[in-house]
């Protein structure tokens, strides 16, 4: 009769640890791909092409929403907030860059760039090549 029980449960344990060490191994390629976003966003501001800057706001939008989700499972609130603002900034940025709203735009990527910053200050530890999470 225990085995019954003890099994699935040693079963969903090891499930839990692999999603936690996968959702890991993700983390620096969303940050990756969070850097090199917010650069073509930032060109794209520059060179005045509205629809690239949008199309990279949406982009930044769901990193974004995949790094809170993954401050959630950790019950981190701070960085689940952090993550949640940048996520609206980004959202902000497509819109206004769909609006013509330049103003709206450059106030978007304050925030965003304000969120990099705040979160790494928190949560990121170690140097370039070998950051870790914190
Ligand atoms: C909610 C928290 C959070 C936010 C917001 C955030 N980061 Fe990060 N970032 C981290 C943590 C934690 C690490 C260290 C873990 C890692 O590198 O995988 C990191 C690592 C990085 C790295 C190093 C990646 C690597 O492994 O080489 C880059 C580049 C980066 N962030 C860029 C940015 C930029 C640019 C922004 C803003 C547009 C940003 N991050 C916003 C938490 C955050």
Known sequence: MKRTIVLPV?????????VIAQSEADYSGWMKDVAATKGKAKKALDSKSNSDVADAGSHLAGLFKQVGAFWSSRNASDA??????AETASNDLAAAAKAGDDAKM??????????????????????PGSFKIK
Do not use: D, P, W, Y
């Open 106 to 127: 450059q106030s978007a990527m304050q925030t965003i760039n304000g969120a990099c910053g705040t979160c790494h200050m928190a949560h990121r530890e170690g140097s």
């Open 10 to 18: 040693l079963l969903a344990m090891g499930f839990a640890v692999c």
């Open 80 to 85: 689940v907030t952090i993550a949640k603002n």
